[in-house]
Nanobody, 125 residues
Framework: QVQLVESGGGLVQAGGSLRLSCTASGRTFSSIIMAMGWFRQDPGKEREFVAFISLGSSSTDYADSVKGRFTISRDNAKNMMYLQMNSLKPEDTAVYYC????????????????WGQGTQVTVSS
């Protein structure tokens, strides 16, 4: 199976930066996982797509709301994925989830079969 653990969340002022990390483990991780992504969720709202990265990091995709401010990256040798978040806004406040998929590409949460427990990001105005 695959286990994912996020870290790096916290409280930051608007305009500040945070870097989220996702540590992946499991005997089957490297053999089955293709896409990885970041999602976020506010209480009472649906989980929304934030960013995607392909297996070899050749392809990335971002939600319009974060494009130009967030950067996704992964290090397959270390089984790590990152989300560098700059110019943070109060509306970025949410629980951020790391996710892994056997699909090559997807923005849909339902296509990601493996999830971390989430890390809280709070941006104060």
């Amino acid at each position: 199976q695959v286990q994912l653990v996020e870290s790096g969340g916290g409280l930051v002022q608007a305009g500040g930066s945070l870097r989220l990390s996702c540590t992946a483990s499991g005997r089957t991780f490297s053999s089955i996982i293709m896409a990885m992504g970041w999602f976020r969720q506010d209480p009472g709202k649906e989980r929304e797509f934030v960013a995607f990265i392909s297996l070899g990091s050749s392809s990335t995709d971002y939600a319009d709301s974060v494009k130009g401010r967030f950067t996704i990256s992964r290090d397959n040798a270390k089984n790590m994925m990152y989300l560098q978040m700059n110019s943070l806004k109060p509306e970025d406040t949410a629980v951020y989830y790391c996710a892994a998929s056997t699909y090559y590409y997807s923005r849909l949460p339902k296509n990601y079969g493996y999830w971390g427990q989430g890390t809280q990001v709070t941006v104060s105005s």
